[in-house]
């Protein structure tokens, strides 16, 4: 976690500044309007980067975001936010459609377009920013989704799981999982926006859904040698057979996928600890078997594990 501002820190008369600096750094040009008297300002920003996402989180006294068309035409990178309000209520305007979000309430901000949004007293709120082009999805299926985030039966699921992230996403940084942890939640709010705009039809998004949790458990736990396709589907309530279909549909097998993982995780290690026995590596990530593991590492990336650790 990167504490982008907190005005305990600072001087009255700087505040406001600061917090416009910070804002800035963390989201798209707008407008910024206090509720409170100048020098009266206290706020908290906390910002996470998840590999290309990141999740911010504002916390202060009342305050009033204004988009512009100028601000829009000034440029910014073309993403969007969703975000709860975990403190007090906010209002939110955008394309003409204005709505309360209370606490414990999800609402989806168009980075690319002017929008209004303000709470007074005491507030927060915390956003999972993502590019356009990593989500996927057409503007119209955005537009489409945005007043009917609550028809999605993933609406509870991603409301709980963007509440818990920040811990989840302190616990992780400075890790290769916390940009797996950005990867899993953009399935996730592709699923719930994909849903959303046509809750008639659920089924692709909860597959997908699925998938992004199944994936995300195996590589957790990818140094277990009792992690097997029979013990995957337990876990997750399915059976054998759909969860080969679910890695069929992304054109993978599990198996080989599995194999994929652990040979990434044991070539990190192969750098990271120079001094351990390479034998000793290929156990722990799954290879009981020196030889294989060298002719699956050979196969995968032209050169022996051996090799690779000499290149550094």
Known sequence: MAVLLDTAALPRADREEAFYAAM????????????????EVHARMDFWLLGTPD?????????RLVRTPKHVRIGAPERLALAVQVIGTGRFDQAGREQRVRTGELMLVDLTAPYDFAWRGAGASQAFQIDYA????????????????????????????LTVMPTVADALQGTESAAQLGEATTSLVRALLTSAADHRDSAPAMADVLFARITWYARNHLTDPGLTPARVAAEHNISLRYLYKLFAKHQLSFEQWLITERLAGARRQLTSTPHRPIASIAAQWGFLDPAHFTRRFRRAYGITPQEYRRRG
Do not use: W
Request: glycine content about 8%; hydrophobic content about 40%; aromatic content about 4%.
């Open 24 to 39: 800035m750094s963390a989201s798209v040009p707008a407008r910024v309007e206090h509720e409170t008297p100048s020098g």
């Open 134 to 161: 990593d989500l996927g999805l057409s503007v119209e299926t955005i537009r489409a989704a945005a007043p009917r985030l609550r028809s999605s039966p993933l609406y509870d699921l991603v409301l709980h799981h």
């Open 55 to 63: 999740l911010f989180r504002n916390e202060g006294t009342g305050i």
